[in-house]
């Protein structure tokens, strides 16, 4: 059993981590279905044990958190835990007219429930890996299979980058500010140093336990690994792992300074400091701006630190991130590629979970630290020894590098690290069950666990099937697929109810639709804003599904409290405010009296304004064109085009008075 437990587990991991790191969705699914099936097979063979541990509390709490960000809750309960979400909810329902009785705090249930999934599947992999070493597999197995993996990310990596094209596998990286840096499998690269930076320290962990029971060419073996895969690691350029790796280290010569019999010497000392003050000088360009990075953490991390006080209890929702951001975001950021993580796990786990949950997050990990420091401490067995200190190593770089990258967001890296705690747990926990303990009650426990596993593979099935029907992922490596019919649509709606994107997906095959009769179906339109209406049901603080609706509906009030909604959750996008603009033009041209129009005028004016100075352009493709355009249609007058113009924009005010003097022949009306 042993065998087929870590073997299972390790070619569950090597497919996560060769497939790009395990960030697309489909593949991502069918690696879920074999790791909860081989859980369940684990819990009917090595039942659990029933006295959990008292760090667990903290854990299960955190988990009970989330199962109620998704949860329908009355509306009374829901406005006192998150009045954000609970508002957003609110104007989704007085829009669309559906209910509002029951609410759900997550900004986006369908990825709360995703990101639940892919937590169950860690604990999954995690039960797989402490069956199997419990069972009589060595915990250096796994010290093994991450000295494997390592060194083959290392060597593919300098192959594809530094050959005649940089690619991972079949697909030539689109990323090219990652052109000339190490990512192996993975596509970011450092996602790639994430990874170094687990398995370099258990390697030399491991390296310093055969050193230390005299079985010196295994020593050598994985010092020389780790020794490889730390050379790889400036050459994948992420200098948030170079600095991580600097602090990690001089806590564990702290550590081993402290522990009896591990004491370095006075050399050794000397080098280390030296690597570390190299490092760290090395990663001091972080506060400065590259020209390989889209934007700036630090100005990220200061645009959406104010949602910790919108939702302080509950957060937007774990996975609800960029909904919950959109209203906060700069307009450099505001754009076609919004941010879809805060780069600095610590600060989304906030955010995405309020301060209860960080708070849930850190105490589990003190107790469980706390335990494990204080059995490492006082263990005198070499092998438990070294392979402690090099799960510290990790565990204190990746919490170092999580303050500047996502790597617990990516499935690969996350695995990795469930094996390093299972390695060094196994290394220094029991090795027998408690005697005391009932053989059938833990049976029954067994049972129970692998059949609540085994229901987790319906909706990972059913999301499966859902995104084959129809993809909603990003996926840059699959290559465009063929636009899905309405019935195949309808039928992933079916499977997957809470994702927005599907509902938004149907409404727009009906506005393309629309588009293309003629004369105009009012149906169609009214199809278009049902299912728009739907998916802000589950979405309500996307802006673009407001305006989309906002141009569905009939009924001006409602239309223009759409447009007054859809500013609202995305506040800087100058795409959509250049949308909005147009919207606001043609509202003042049909309205009936000076009152209306005049007040769609400001409105216009303000928006696009904005919209100019977030995102003015070049003088021939500039969208500032858009602008004077829509504004000049309807009402052609060289004052209301000026009034668009900011002020201090020298550039802007140019252009549009080189176009009113072109005089363009824009003199009708729509």
């Given at each position: 059993?042993?065998?087929?437990?870590?073997?299972?587990?390790?070619?569950?991991?090597?497919?996560?981590?060769?497939?790009?790191?395990?960030?697309?969705?489909?593949?991502?699914?069918?690696?879920?279905?074999?790791?909860?099936?081989?859980?369940?097979?684990?819990?009917?063979?090595?039942?659990?044990?029933?006295?959990?541990?008292?760090?667990?509390?903290?854990?299960?709490?955190?988990?009970?958190?989330?199962?109620?960000?998704?949860?329908?809750?009355?509306?009374?309960?829901?406005?006192?835990?998150?009045?954000?979400?609970?508002?957003?909810?609110?104007?989704?329902?007085?829009?669309?007219?559906?209910?509002?009785?029951?609410?759900?705090?997550?900004?986006?249930?369908?990825?709360?429930?995703?990101?639940?999934?892919?937590?169950?599947?860690?604990?999954?992999?995690?039960?797989?890996?402490?069956?199997?070493?419990?069972?009589?597999?060595?915990?250096?197995?796994?010290?093994?299979?991450?000295?494997?993996?390592g060194l083959f990310q290392v060597a593919y990596g300098a192959v594809q980058?530094?050959?005649?094209?940089?690619?991972?596998?079949?697909?030539?990286?689109?990323?090219?500010?990652?052109?000339?840096?190490?990512?192996?499998?993975?596509?970011?690269?450092?996602?790639?140093?994430?990874?170094?930076?687990?398995?370099?320290?258990?390697?030399?962990?491991?390296?310093?336990?055969?050193?230390?029971?005299?079985?010196?060419?295994?020593?050598?073996?994985?010092?020389?690994?780790?020794?490889?895969?730390?050379?790889?690691?400036?050459?994948?350029?992420?200098?948030?792992?170079?600095?991580?790796?600097?602090?990690?280290?001089?806590?564990?010569?702290?550590?081993?300074?402290?522990?009896?019999?591990?004491?370095?010497?006075?050399?050794?000392?000397?080098?280390?400091?030296?690597?570390?003050?190299?490092?760290?000088?090395?990663?001091?360009?972080?506060?400065?701006?590259?020209?390989?990075?889209?934007?700036?953490?630090?100005?990220?991390?200061?645009?959406?630190?104010?949602?910790?006080?919108?939702?302080?209890?509950?957060?937007?929702?774990?996975?609800?991130?960029?909904?919950?951001?959109?209203?906060?975001?700069?307009?450099?950021?505001?754009?076609?590629?919004?941010?879809?993580?805060?780069?600095?796990?610590?600060?989304?786990?906030?955010?995405?979970?309020?301060?209860?949950?960080?708070?849930?997050?850190?105490?589990?990990?003190?107790?469980?630290?706390?335990?494990?420091?204080?059995?490492?401490?006082?263990?005198?067995?070499?092998?438990?020894?070294?392979?402690?200190?090099?799960?510290?190593?990790?565990?204190?770089?990746?919490?170092?590098?999580?303050?500047?990258?996502?790597?617990?967001?990516?499935?690969?890296?996350?695995?990795?690290?469930?094996?390093?705690?299972?390695?060094?747990?196994?290394?220094?926990?029991?090795?027998?069950?408690?005697?005391?303990?009932?053989?059938?009650?833990?049976?029954?426990?067994?049972?129970?666990?692998?059949?609540?596993?085994?229901?987790?593979?319906?909706?990972?099935?059913?999301?499966?099937?859902?995104?084959?029907?129809?993809?909603?992922?990003?996926?840059?490596?699959?290559?465009?697929?063929?636009?899905?019919?309405?019935?195949?649509?309808?039928?992933?709606?079916?499977?997957?109810?809470?994702?927005?994107?599907?509902?938004?997906?149907?409404?727009?095959?009906?506005?393309?639709?629309?588009?293309?009769?003629?004369?105009?179906?009012?149906?169609?339109?009214?199809?278009?804003?049902?299912?728009?209406?739907?998916?802000?049901?589950?979405?309500?603080?996307?802006?673009?599904?407001?305006?989309?609706?906002?141009?569905?509906?009939?009924?001006?009030?409602?239309?223009?409290?759409?447009?007054?909604?859809?500013?609202?959750?995305?506040?800087?996008?100058?795409?959509?405010?250049?949308?909005?603009?147009?919207?606001?033009?043609?509202?003042?041209?049909?309205?009936?009296?000076?009152?209306?129009?005049?007040?769609?005028?400001?409105?216009?004016?303000?928006?696009?304004?904005?919209?100019?100075?977030?995102?003015?352009?070049?003088?021939?493709?500039?969208?500032?064109?858009?602008?004077?355009?829509?504004?000049?249609?309807?009402?052609?007058?060289?004052?209301?085009v000026r009034q668009v113009v900011p002020p201090t924009d020298a550039k802007?005010?140019?252009?549009?008075?080189?176009?009113?003097?072109?005089?363009?022949?824009?003199?009708?009306?729509?």
């Amino acid at each position: 059993m042993r065998h087929l437990l870590f073997t299972g587990a390790a070619l569950l991991l090597l497919a996560v981590q060769f497939l790009f790191g395990g960030v697309h969705v489909d593949r991502l699914r069918l690696i879920q279905i074999g790791l909860f099936s081989l859980a369940a097979l684990a819990m009917i063979l090595s039942p659990p044990r029933l006295r959990p541990a008292t760090f667990t509390l903290p854990w299960l709490l955190l988990l009970s958190l989330l199962l109620i960000q998704i949860v329908p809750l009355p509306a009374m309960l829901a406005e006192l835990l998150s009045p954000g979400a609970y508002q957003a909810a609110l104007e989704a329902c007085s829009v669309s007219g559906l209910d509002c009785g029951w609410t759900r705090l997550s900004l986006n249930p369908f990825g709360t429930k995703t990101a639940l999934l892919d937590i169950l599947s860690g604990l999954a992999f995690l039960s797989i890996l402490a069956r199997a070493f419990r069972s009589g597999t060595s915990p250096l197995a796994g010290v093994w299979l991450l000295l494997v993996m390592g060194l083959f990310q290392v060597a593919y990596g300098a192959v594809q980058t530094f050959g005649a094209e940089q690619k991972i596998w079949w697909w030539t990286q689109e990323f090219k500010q990652y052109k000339g840096y190490l990512t192996g499998t993975y596509i970011n690269k450092n996602h790639l140093a994430g990874f170094i930076g687990l398995a370099a320290p258990m390697c030399f962990g491991a390296a310093l336990a055969k050193f230390k029971t005299r079985d010196r060419p295994i020593a050598i073996v994985f010092a020389f690994g780790g020794l490889i895969m730390l050379a790889g690691l400036p050459l994948t350029g992420s200098r948030g792992g170079v600095v991580s790796l600097a602090l990690a280290t001089a806590v564990v010569c702290i550590l081993m300074q402290i522990k009896k019999n591990s004491r370095l010497s006075m050399p050794i000392q000397a080098a280390i400091l030296v690597l570390c003050a190299c490092a760290a000088w090395f990663g001091l360009k972080l506060s400065s701006r590259s020209a390989l990075e889209e934007f700036f953490r630090p100005e990220l991390w200061q645009a959406v630190l104010p949602m910790l006080k919108d939702f302080p209890l509950t957060g937007v929702g774990l996975g609800a991130f960029s909904q919950g951001a959109y209203p906060y975001l700069p307009p450099s950021m505001s754009g076609a590629t919004p941010p879809i993580h805060a780069h600095n796990d610590w600060l989304q786990l906030a955010l995405e979970t309020g301060l209860p949950g960080l708070a849930l997050f850190l105490a589990g990990a003190w107790l469980f630290m706390r335990r494990f420091l204080d059995h490492w401490s006082r263990s005198e067995d070499p092998t438990a020894t070294g392979l402690g200190l090099g799960m510290i190593w990790a565990l204190t770089y990746m919490a170092a590098h999580s303050l500047f990258d996502f790597n617990l967001r990516i499935p690969a890296n996350g695995f990795a690290l469930l094996l390093v705690l299972a390695i060094g747990s196994s290394a220094l926990g029991e090795k027998t069950a408690n005697p005391a303990e009932s053989r059938p009650a833990r049976i029954f426990a067994g049972v129970v666990a692998a059949c609540l596993l085994l229901a987790s593979i319906q909706p990972v099935v059913a999301e499966y099937r859902a995104h084959r029907l129809c993809p909603t992922g990003i996926d840059s490596t699959a290559g465009p697929s063929p636009e899905p019919t309405p019935p195949k649509i309808a039928k992933a709606v079916s499977l997957t109810p809470l994702d927005a994107r599907l509902q938004a997906r149907m409404a727009e095959h009906y506005m393309r639709a629309g588009d293309k009769s003629s004369p105009p179906n009012p149906a169609l339109k009214e199809l278009a804003a049902l299912w728009l209406a739907k998916a802000l049901k589950n979405e309500p603080a996307n802006g673009w599904y407001w305006y989309h609706l906002g141009t569905m509906l009939q009924d001006t009030a409602s239309a223009d409290q759409c447009m007054t909604l859809a500013r609202k959750y995305r506040p800087r996008d100058a795409r959509l405010l250049y949308a909005l603009g147009e919207y606001w033009v043609l509202r003042a041209f049909e309205a009936e009296n000076r009152a209306d129009r005049e007040n769609a005028r400001l409105k216009f004016t303000a928006i696009l304004r904005q919209a100019v100075k977030w995102d003015r352009g070049d003088w021939k493709t500039g969208n500032w064109r858009r602008a004077a355009i829509a504004i000049w249609k309807c009402f052609p007058n060289p004052a209301l085009v000026r009034q668009v113009v900011p002020p201090t924009d020298a550039k802007a005010r140019r252009y549009f008075e080189s176009w009113l003097k072109l005089r363009p022949a824009y003199g009708g009306h729509y």
